[in-house]
Every structure is written in structure tokens, then in C-alpha cells.
């Protein structure tokens, strides 16, 4: 059999996942290289809601931001990698490199392996990646978890600054085996989020999220609303073209992402 050669697609992953690919690495190059998303995200190529939706999940599920919004300026602002996001796409280029030449040494000795066996393996890596539609997702350690007999109240630390607590079941809490210091993702459907401006206002749910209004993709119908949050992470929620004109949902108004601990769905890796 002829060798084949594997051409490195590195992905780096944490105790909760995937963080890295390719993709989003050439992604924060081309916002170093632009300084624009836009013009970062037509390079890659990747749509601009894309892009931003990437940018998102790297700073929610990252120690630190990667990446940060820039206002002001001659140029109106723009978008801009942090120290840590330069060093994290360094070392990833750093690390492919090595990859690169492990794959060249096993595609030597690919003469000794069948072709099924080589199949089989590939099948096996498809099945295991995982995906969401969950549009907000984060991950962090659980600080907090309360039998209510029926059902587990487990709380979530993204940072310093954010913590969110989820409803599940006991059942689920036992197949997940959570455990205080354990690290989970924890995912939010966008349409589950809903937006407040009033301060003064209370309200019931459990998970209450204070941010800047940093991007509005605007539908026929419905917007989708993203804040950026204190700590550098972001949540994003679909809402009602009406109810942002209500609101007075702009760019640059401060707002709150509110939502049910029942709303949160919670995923852990072995």
C-alpha cells in the first residue's frame, strides 16, 4: 500500500473540549494582521456572523479573552488580539509544527497497516467529535452542588466575576458523576435568554447577566442581541425586532441577559 500523508488539522482541546482549531487560529491571525473583523473574517473565509460567533465562544470558554473590541480611534475602532491571544496562537503554531512531523513519521510506516484498520480509526474519530447548537457556551468549574431530592442545583464559576447555576435532575447529576472542582460546559439555547435595561426591575431568574450591547444582527423578524460582559466573555439572545425598539437596544447600551437555571444544559467529559 502506498503511503499516505496526513496534513495536520491541530485541535487543541480542555477538560470540557474542543478550544482550538485551525480555522479559528487563522481566524485571530488575519484580526492581528486587520484589525477588523470583517476584514479578518473575508480572509479566513468565514461569514462575518461566523466570525464573531467564534470570536464569542474562544473568549466564554478561554481563561482570558483572546480577543478584544477597540472603540474610538480615527478608524471608529475596530478588533484586536490581547497578549494571551497572541501567545495562545504562537504556541499553537509552535505545537503544529511538531505535529506535523509525527503525522510524516506514521505515514512512513502506514505500509504495515490495513486499510480497514485505518478506516475503522477514521469512522471512530468522526463519531467522537462533538457539536452543539447551543449558542452560548461556556465552561468552568462547579462551585456549588445542592440536593433538592428530586432534582440537583449545581453552580458554575466562568470567572472572577460570573457564576451561573443550572437545574438538573439527580439522575442527570449522577450520569454526569458532578463533583465539586469538576470542569462542565455549560450551554444555553439563545432563544432561552431574554434582555432587560431596568436596573431597578426584579426578576426571577436565577441568572442575571449585566453587560454592553456589542453586536445586533438584525432579521426580518427577530435580532440576534450579543453583550459583552465584564469579564471579556459574552451572551448572546435572539429577540424581537419590536422589542429591541422598545428597549432602546443599541450598541453601547447597557443591558441584562437573563434566563432560567432550568435553561441550562450542563455536558462533561470523562
Known amino acids: 500500500m502506498t503511503a499516505t500523508r496526513f496534513l495536520a488539522r491541530m485541535s487543541l482541546e480542555t477538560d470540557v473540549g474542543t478550544a482550538l482549531s485551525d480555522t479559528r487560529i487563522r481566524l485571530l491571525e488575519e484580526i492581528e494582521r486587520k484589525g477588523s473583523i470583517n476584514q479578518a473574517a473575508k480572509a479566513v473565509p468565514l461569514s462575518y456572523k461566523a ?16 480577543v478584544m473590541r477597540v472603540t474610538g480611534g480615527r478608524q471608529g475602532g475596530g ?21 506535523q512531523a509525527a503525522l510524516d513519521r506514521l505515514s512512513e510506516r502506514l505500509n504495515d497497516v490495513g486499510a480497514g484498520d485505518i ?45 451561573i ?18 470542569e462542565v460546559f455549560a450551554l444555553v439555547k439563545s432563544s432561552s435568554v431574554m434582555l432587560a435595561v431596568d436596573r431597578s426591575m426584579k ?57 432560567k437555571s432550568s435553561s441550562v444544559i450542563l455536558a462533561a467529559y470523562d
Open 119 to 163: 478506516h475503522s480509526f477514521q469512522k471512530l474519530m468522526h463519531r467522537m467529535s462533538m457539536k452543539t447548537s447551543a449558542r452560548n457556551q461556556f465552561s468552568g468549574p462547579i462551585t456549588g452542588l445542592r440536593d433538592g431530592g428530586v432534582d440537583y442545583e449545581v453552580r458554575i464559576r466562568l470567572d472572577a466575576q460570573t457564576e
Open 51 to 66: 466570525a464573531w460567533d467564534a470570536v464569542d465562544t474562544m473568549n466564554n470558554l478561554a481563561p482570558e479573552p483572546l
Open 203 to 259: 426578576l426571577t431568574a436565577r441568572n442575571q447577566l449585566w453587560g454592553e450591547v456589542a453586536v445586533i444582527h438584525e432579521g426580518p423578524v427577530n435580532n440576534e442581541v450579543t453583550l459583552a460582559l465584564p469579564s471579556g466573555r459574552s451572551v448572546t439572545c435572539v429577540v424581537t425586532g419590536d422589542s429591541c425598539a422598545a428597549l432602546g437596544i443599541a450598541p453601547g447600551v447597557e443591558a441584562c441577559a437573563f434566563f
Open 165 to 182: 447555576v443550572a437545574i438538573i435532575t439527580k439522575a442527570s447529576a449522577e450520569n454526569l458523576d458532578l463533583t465539586i472542582g469538576k
Open 79 to 99: 478588533t484586536q488580539l490581547t497578549e494571551y491571544g497572541r501567545r495562545i496562537v504562537a504556541m499553537y503554531r509552535a505545537l503544529e509544527i511538531e505535529y
